[in-house]
């Protein structure tokens, strides 16, 4: 039996090569749906690779985004009663795609700066700052003294 090799026109074979990019980019609407919400400091990773572990948290953080890609984070204390205390303090940024990461710019009347999103599900958030610091957050469960 004698098998003859089948050659894809040139066409087709470009078709497949764009079919195949286009399949690898990320789905960034997936994470950005994660991140609202409350989010306690499980751990910090810092630069040199130490690594810092918080098993109890004061405050945590309230992070809201918009369908628009804005938003804002808050600190939020926790009190025994279910509530939370905060000031109206809060600080809003921007979430921009750039070269397939996703970057989260904060602007403040003092100071900017860049933060990148490196994963969230709905039971973790790890987000890098730009001294490679790496905060890795899990999502707040209430205390329940019941």
């Known amino acids: ?6 050659n894809l ?3 087709n074979y470009y ?4 079919l195949f990019f286009i399949s690898c980019k990320k789905d960034h ?7 609202s919400g409350y989010w306690e400091i499980e751990h910090v990773k810092f630069s040199d690779g130490s ?4 098993t109890i ?18 600190k939020m204390k926790p009190t025994f009663s279910g509530t939370y205390i905060t000031s109206e303090n809060k600080q809003s940024f921007k979430i921009k795609i750039e070269n397939d990461s996703l970057n ?3 602007k403040s009347a003092y100071t900017s700066w860049k933060e990148t999103i490196l994963s969230s599900s709905k039971k973790h958030l790890e987000i890098v700052n730009q ?16």
Do not use: A, H, Q, W
């Open 131 to 146: 001294n490679n610091v790496v905060y890795l957050y899990k999502r707040y469960t209430p205390l329940n003294l019941e």
């Open 15 to 18: 078709v497949f090569i764009l």
């Open 104 to 106: 989260v710019y904060y």
């Open 57 to 74: 948290n004061e405050t945590i953080d309230y992070i809201e985004v918009n369908k628009d890609r804005t938003g804002f984070r808050k």
């Open 51 to 54: 690594k810092k572990n918080y």
């Open 1 to 6: 039996m004698k098998y003859s090799n089948y």
């Open 29 to 35: 609407s997936t994470v950005i749906n994660n991140i």
């Open 9 to 11: 026109p040139k066409s």
